[in-house]
């Protein structure tokens, strides 16, 4: 993980891996505006490591995953003995590009579809936002993926990050050794 550098992140005590991974914004046009991706890896703690790491994909579609890196690190204890945590802050969230637009809280449907139209118009100005679709994103996960050497994912979905999971495992079918859901009580 040489592509990775030893980082603190909050929440955490233990030392864990960060960096950035470039991506087209449209893979089309790999010249044209790149998104940088921000990625923590929580490395496994025991001796022999797995070469397959879980992925939390993060509900809402704009949080960050790396924002969990403490809580995923302590509730997996077991797990983190032979399996790094891997994650990726998706195009147009946090760290990635971040997308931000704030429509406060409209008085009625009329107000609401004009603060939306607004904030996708100011959005416009600054991405196409055309590429920040699920699928695309499954792209980026997966070129993280190889760019970091793993072989296949554990994919942990939450929310939202369960239907980024199925778009993934069927965009990449042998690449995924096993997909995890969050139920929700």
Known sequence: MAKLHAC??????DSVLCGRFEVPEDRARPEGRKLSLNIVVVPATGDS?????LVFLAGGGVAPATRYAGFLSRAF?????????????QRGTWNS???PCDVGVPQDTAAAMAALRRCRDSLATKADLRFYTTPIAMDDL?????????TKLN?????YGTKAAQVYMRQYPDRVRAAIRAMQQ
């Open 8 to 13: 603190r992140v909050q929440g955490l005590d």
């Open 49 to 53: 490591v797995a070469s397959d790491p």
């Open 77 to 89: 204890p077991a797990l983190r003995r032979t399996r790094d945590i891997l994650l990726v802050d």
């Open 97 to 99: 590009g971040a997308l």
């Open 142 to 150: 997966d070129a993280v993926r190889a760019w970091l050497g793993y």
């Open 155 to 159: 994919l942990y979905g939450v929310s």
